[in-house]
RNA sequence: GCUCGGGUAGCUCAACUGGUAGAGCACGGCACUUGUAAUGCCGGGGUUAUGGGUUCAACUCCCAUCCCGAGCUCCA
């Protein structure tokens, strides 16, 4: 055995220390400096935590504040932190997992009651104590019968030992008196989690199973810097005043009522306005990019889903079946539709199909019915009747590629031009329990990168995650404060031309099956509309806008010519309302908090001279005088134009 | 669906350990005729989510149901 380790750094320099040295040795070794900014290191590619001590030579990086693998490591030790202030106050709480997650932290504990905001108050005092105390992590290695001993009074934690493989390292992390099973890496002490942070309490099952217990998870988050945390409290509460409940609300944009039930919609006026904004942008889209408008039926006899295997599948998530009644045969039940591919498909079949009629793009805004379960209802974002702007193209797996490079040519015009998300795109692959076999599968996901890499966009592999009857590519897209939202999906799909027996008439004369491609670029208009009521805080652009222009007449004597304006303003097919109440600063505080993108004041000197003045939504008292002409034109091309503010 | 917390006027919220509901905004009327984010006065509006129970008395306590919220699970 060798008596000294190399530890080779990023600048490819060699440190020699001896066998046994930590990697805290190796950053005393570089210098004080680096001992004390150094809160992990990268080794051989792994995060280590620096008590660690390589048995060989490595390479090394030692990761500091600055690096951004080191903010899951200080999260990580701050849910050990929490779970010791936890145990200090609460002996008996057993303790489940403790991880990082994206913005922060969780810990899982097993408790007689759910924590109140005050426990959670205790709680974060009692973090402190222990910062305070500057406790050493300290990482030890034990053989499974060790562990078993040490965690004899922790079911939870025992439950976990005894998944770990035969050969997997076994190692428990004591920090003070907070003992857990864990694999790492952490900070070297407890001082180093400076700004901190716990945020709510809440109700998990262990193991996410639901048939498990209910443990209580306390969220937390943990910065390197006192600002950085201040930034994401402050990006909490303004994605809170984004939300587009309350945003739905205040602008009037639709309501959801108890007396006809959750999940259901009401497009009041405005919100309806951007609902069939949205629909003739996409239906638009679609009959200038070779589809046809369908209309489909939106109930039907079970039996279409029975073909279709939606059922007895997907049946958790349909409505219940019904009979239509007297005259007709009981045992024929109808469902409303969850979905319409299985209507698109019987469209494809209603003809014989030639291969020069392919590809066939089938196009419909419909709404479908999910019987989502009741708790994971929200606002827009989760609802039972949704629309879809649905699409679904029949064609051979040949021509598939060129479909699919549409697909994402309309996305890119209609989520990413049109409204500035940034995409973000993910493959998913063949699962284990699939139809069709491996050469179709390895064709299919081939063409669905290649379309991908033809328009020079980068992706994340989902690998397994694809549906059992084909791979898809699924988009998300983050909004205006960063977050990522689930928006639209194209999917291969071999299963269903199969089951409804769809073919066309090949040049050989023979019949083959085609393939199906589903997708949807918006999703659905409910999901869709309310992240864009949070994406933009309801400041919708003109072109999108309920309404458009507001005129306000300075006193009764414009009224007449405030209502000339905005005759002509619809004239040009442009949405204006007049009023005339009040005073005029609170008709404009009005016309601000309605965020309507444009004030037109009419006072006397503009009604003579026939101008107006035009304040622009957010522009404070900076407003521009021009004749009403030019403030039409202005309009009318800033609407064609679709130009973001 | 599960755990916990809620539900008071159109909206946002008050009402001590049970004593019989109040404000702002909004709405209606009147006055004011307004030059860039709330003019003033007056008025109407509630079987306190629904149904049961305890009590002399329930917004308040108990039970059930419905709905909402934070999460979990699931998902467009």
């Known amino acids: 055995m060798s008596q000294t380790v190399r530890f080779t750094l990023p600048d490819q320099s060699v440190r020699k220390l001896p066998a046994g040295s930590t990697l805290m040795d190796l950053a005393r070794a570089i210098g004080p400096g680096l001992t004390k900014a150094a809160v992990a290191a990268v080794v051989d590619g792994e995060v280590r935590d620096l008590m660690y001590a390589p048995a060989r030579d490595v390479s090394v990086r030692i990761l500091t504040e600055r690096d951004s693998e080191a903010l899951p490591v200080l999260r990580h030790s701050g849910a050990h932190v929490l779970a010791t202030a936890v145990r200090e106050l609460r002996p008996e709480a057993a303790i489940g997992f403790g991880p990082p997650i994206e913005d922060g932290f969780y810990y899982d504990f097993g408790v007689d009651a759910p924590f109140t905001p005050e426990d959670l108050a205790a709680f974060e005092e009692g973090m402190q104590r222990v910062v305070e105390a500057d406790m050493p992590f300290e990482r030890r290695r034990v053989t499974r019968e060790e562990a078993r001993e040490l965690f004899a009074g922790d079911p939870l934690k025992l439950e976990r030992l005894e998944e770990l493989g035969p050969d997997e390292e076994i190692t428990v992390y004591r920090n003070g008196p907070f003992l857990d099973l864990c694999r790492g890496p952490h900070v070297p002490s407890t001082g180093r989690l400076k700004h901190f942070k716990l945020l709510h309490g809440a109700g998990a099952y262990w193991r996410g199973d639901e048939r498990r217990q209910m443990l209580q998870r306390i969220y937390g988050t943990a910065f390197f810097k006192e600002a950085d945390l201040a930034a994401y409290l402050n990006r909490l509460e303004e994605a809170r005043k984004r939300d587009h409940r309350v945003l739905g609300k205040q602008l009037d944009l639709f309501s959801i009522q108890e007396m006809i039930g959750p999940g259901l919609v009401f497009w009041h006026p405005k919100g309806a306005r951007l609902k069939w904004l949205l629909s003739r942008a996409v239906e638009d889209d679609n009959l200038r990019s070779g589809y046809e408008l369908v209309y489909t039926p939106n109930i039907t006899r079970e039996e279409l889903f029975r073909v279709s295997g939606h059922l007895p599948l997907y049946e958790a998530n349909q409505f219940p079946a019904m009979s239509a009644g007297t005259g007709e045969d009981e045992d024929v039940r109808y469902r409303v539709k969850p979905m319409n591919c299985p209507m698109h498909a019987l469209i494809f079949k209603a003809q014989q199909r030639s291969y020069r009629d392919l590809p066939v793009r089938l196009s419909e805004v419909a709404n479908v019915y999910r019987n989502e379960k009741s708790g994971t209802l929200h606002g827009l974002l989760r609802v039972r009747e949704l629309c879809m702007d649905d699409a679904h193209i029949f064609c051979t797996l040949d021509q598939a590629e060129d479909e699919i490079f549409l697909c994402l040519d309309q996305v890119d015009r209609l989520v990413r031009a049109a409204f500035g998300f940034e995409l973000d795109f993910e493959v ?87 393939v199906m491609i589903h997708r949807a670029i918006y999703g659905t208009l409910e999901r869709f509309i309310g992240t864009l009521i949070e994406h933009f805080a309801g400041a919708f652009p003109l072109w999108l806008a309920p309404e458009q222009v507001r005129v306000l007449p300075i006193s009764e004597h414009q009224a007449e010519s ?84």
């Open 562 to 645: 405030a209502r000339e304006l905005v005759a002509q303003l619809e004239g040009a097919g442009i949405r204006a309302r007049l009023n005339d109440r009040d005073t005029l600063s609170y008709r404009i505080r009005d016309a601000e908090l309605q965020k309507i993108p444009y004030m037109a004041v009419v006072g006397e000197k503009e009604a003579t001279v026939g101008t107006v003045a035009v304040r622009r939504r957010g522009a404070e008292k900076k407003q521009q005088v021009m004749p009403r002409e030019e403030f039409l034109a202005r309009l009318v091309e800033e609407i064609a134009s679709r130009q973001l503010d």
């Open 428 to 514: 998913s692959t063949r699962p284990a329990d699939r139809l069709g076999d491996d050469a179709t599968w390895e064709r299919a996901e081939a063409i669905l990168m290649r379309a991908l890499e033809r328009k020079g966009i980068a992706f994340q592999i989902d690998v397994g995650g694809g549906a059992f009857y084909g791979p898809k590519i699924d988009i998300q897209f983050r909004d205006a404060i960063g977050r990522l939202w689930q928006g639209p999906t194209i999917q291969l799909d071999f299963q269903l031309p199969e089951r409804f027996e769809l073919e066309y008439v090949g040049s050989d004369n023979r019949p083959h099956r085609p």
